[in-house]
Nanobody, 127 residues
Framework: QLQLVESGGGLVQPGGSLRLSCAAS????????IGWFRQAPGKEREGLSC????????NYADSVKGRFTISRDNVKNTVYLQMTSLKPEDTAVYFC????????????????????WGQGTQVTVSS
């Protein structure tokens, strides 16, 4: 059964860092682009970043560019989102998803371009 599981969320103070993981089971991530999204209460799901199947191409939303870094380890079948300089407005449930392809433009951030989703991990940035 194809499954994505996010982990690494938690409570962190403003200015702090977290690394989220997106682990796949039931299939090999090697062939797929992966996207990271988040959703805060009462808001639409927001696309943050995506990475191509090899890890050589990445794309970031302006809201996280320079603070978040997406990467992948295909041996471990896992994609990561390193988050630094966290702000209270980063508080949300964070999701990873399998993409239909890698998009260097805005499609990277469209939830409709992604198929399988994880259940999400909560990130709370608060003092």
């Amino acid at each position: 059964q194809l499954q994505l599981v996010e982990s690494g969320g938690g409570l962190v103070q403003p200015g702090g860092s977290l690394r989220l993981s997106c682990a796949a089971s039931g299939f090999t991530l090697d062939y797929y682009a992966i996207g990271w999204f988040r959703q805060a209460p009462g808001k639409e799901r927001e696309g943050l970043s995506c990475i191509d199947s090899s890890g050589g191409l990445t794309n970031y939303a302006d809201s996280v560019k320079g603070r978040f870094t997406i990467s992948r380890d295909n041996v471990k079948n896992t994609v990561y989102l390193q988050m630094t300089s966290l702000k209270p407005e980063d508080t949300a449930v964070y999701f990873c998803a399998v993409g239909g392809g890698y998009y260097s433009g805005s499609y990277c951030f469209y939830p409709a371009k992604y198929d399988h989703w994880g259940q999400g991990t909560q990130v709370t940035v608060s003092s």
